[in-house]
């Protein structure tokens, strides 16, 4: 059995002040036991989420990392920082890092390696755009991310992977997918991950659903078979609307 797992990625919102006070506002409320919770701050907010969230069961997540551990890589977060700041989680590959920063699948690949080399689970954002989806090209566009992300992994490291399958078209538009069409995908993703490394540690992979995830369609998705979770952008920025997408 999967434990479902839900993420805020705060993207580029949130001072330090602004954070202490969306997670002061989460720590008044109950956390579901049956669900893993976790928050993806910016790197500046880390450190003071890390301190809030000591003595609680909610994760810290970063939003991107480098491959190397140590360099003369200006701007750039190595895997050993995040862990030494408290870190379980990473996003890694998100769209708009693909889409503005130059992420590639190789550079994805890359990231994952690193993460799990330093014992970080990697959150491994994949999804079509608009236009693919209308050419019918989403399965064969989403699969293919995903065997190029895990290339190379070593198979005890797939059940620490999570995946977190976002369609470009539906961030930050308030038009999310059914539950039924992302349960579909992620199926496919699930069977792309049985294909490279068998159906046993396929199973214990978790994948998340992101795009335009609210309380009020949480439900729907996590009512599908093949959905372990959220991945959540805008409405995880509110106490409130996080906890009403985390508490279903
Ligand atoms: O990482 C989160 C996804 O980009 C979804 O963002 P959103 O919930 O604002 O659509």
Redesign the pocket.
């Known amino acids: 059995m999967r434990k479902p797992i839900i993420?805020g990625?705060w993207?580029m919102y949130k001072t330090n002040t602004e954070a202490r006070a969306l997670v002061n506002g989460l720590k008044e409320k109950t956390m579901p036991a049956a669900v893993e919770v976790v928050l993806?701050p910016p790197f500046t907010a880390l450190t003071t989420v890390a301190e809030l969230l000591q003595g609680t069961a909610i994760g810290l997540g970063a939003q991107d990392l480098f491959w190397e551990d140590e360099g003369a890589y200006t701007g750039e977060v190595s895997p050993l920082m995040l862990k030494e700041l408290g870190c379980s989680y990473v996003?890694i590959g998100?769209?708009?890092r693909r889409q503005y920063f130059g992420e590639t699948d190789e550079t994805v690949n890359k990231k994952v390696k690193a993460a799990l080399r330093h014992g970080l689970k990697p959150i491994i954002?994949v999804g079509e755009s608009l236009q693919q989806r209308e050419a019918g090209e989403t399965n064969a566009f989403v699969a293919g991310q995903v065997e190029k992300a895990l290339d190379g992994l070593a198979p005890e490291s797939i059940p620490q992977v999570v995946i977190?399958y976002?369609p470009i078209w539906?961030?930050?538009?308030?038009r999310?997918s059914s539950g039924s069409d992302a349960n579909e995908v992620i199926g496919l993703v699930r069977q792309t991950i049985a294909k490279k490394f068998g159906s046993s540690l396929a199973e214990q992979v978790r994948i998340q659903y992101?795009?335009?995830?609210?309380p009020g369609n949480i439900k729907e998705f996590m009512d599908q078979p093949e959905i372990d979770g959220?991945?959540?952008?805008?409405?995880?920025l509110k106490a409130e609307d996080f906890y009403g997408i985390i508490s279903y």
Not at 170 to 174: L, N, V
Not at 230 to 236: D, K, M, N, R, T
């Open positions: 993420a990625n993207k993806c996003i998100h769209s708009e954002c977190a976002e539906a961030i930050g538009t308030g999310s992101g795009g335009s995830v609210k959220a991945l959540v952008g805008g409405a995880s």
